[in-house]
């Protein structure tokens, strides 16, 4: 099985240590875009997997270079974080490729189910 490509694009500078923390990219290959205008040009020519867009506490508005990215003809999922609340998120933007949330564990483990399916998480259910 190939490695999945995974980009990362951080707004605000977290350091790629502080997703290894968080996301198993033991069977990736981890592109970690400082910024965002590197990442997106670099999106066809590389063709990554997942996306990952960081923009908590970010002075820039990401709202354009998310655009720029799902304007793209291309099937990659893209993980937007932000700290808008997940529910105004969904009704801001529809795309089927786009995940609109907080930095919360279940997108993580979203992410971490994309890139290794092998290594599905269960979940227990409690009353």
Known sequence: ??????????MNQLSADFWK???DFKKSKVWHWKTPENGIN?????????II???YWSESIHD???????KLKH?????CFTPLPKSLSKTLFIDARLYVSRLDQESLDMINEI???DN????????
């Open 1 to 10: 099985m190939n490695p999945k490509k995974i980009f990362i694009i951080s």
């Open 21 to 23: 923390e968080h996301i």
């Open 42 to 50: 670099n999106i066809t020519t590389l063709w990554p997997d997942a």
């Open 53 to 55: 867009l960081d923009t």
């Open 64 to 70: 354009y270079y998310l655009s720029e990215i799902l």
């Open 75 to 79: 099937k990659i999922k893209v993980f």
């Open 115 to 117: 890139i290794n399916p």
């Open 120 to 127: 599905k998480i269960e979940y227990k259910k409690s009353a």
